[in-house]
């Protein structure tokens, strides 16, 4: 399994950026993609964003699309977040997620889940 292990969140100001990375725990070679998740108290969890791990193409949500950048470093067996133009609606738990059940990215369940890091965009 690929654990994830998040990192980089933190306190911003509205519009402000913060890139949030995310290591797994063995070589990814194997893993047809990971991917980005956030929590908001009182609500669902979102999925945000994913990268196939061999042909590097992504996906995104519609609200962060143009936003959020995902992007995944092979040799570091780790997936970057980069989030711009942050809103205080952004404020949230982000969650690292590896090996999908399926290849339709926006919509399926995900095998491995990382325990979070807290992003709070306020002035």
């Known amino acids: 399994q690929v654990q994830p292990v998040e990192s980089g969140g933190g306190l911003v100001q509205p519009g402000g950026s913060l890139r949030l990375s995310c290591a797994a725990s063995?070589?990814?070679?194997?893993?047809?993609?990971m991917g980005w998740f956030r929590q908001a108290p009182g609500k669902e969890r979102e999925f945000l964003a994913a990268?196939?791990?061999?042909?590097?193409?992504?996906y995104y949500a519609d609200s962060v699309k143009g936003r959020f950048t995902i992007s995944r470093d092979s040799a570091k067996n780790t997936v970057y977040l980069q989030m711009n133009s942050l809103k205080p609606e952004d404020t949230a738990v982000y969650l690292c997620?590896?090996?999908?059940?399926?290849?339709?990215?926006?919509?399926?369940?995900?095998?491995?889940w990382g325990q979070g890091t807290q992003v709070t965009v306020s002035s």
């Open positions: 997620v590896g090996e999908p059940f399926d290849t339709r990215l926006h919509s399926t369940g995900w095998r491995n």
């Open positions: 063995r070589p990814t070679f194997s893993c047809y993609a």
């Open positions: 990268i196939t791990w061999t042909t590097n193409s992504a």
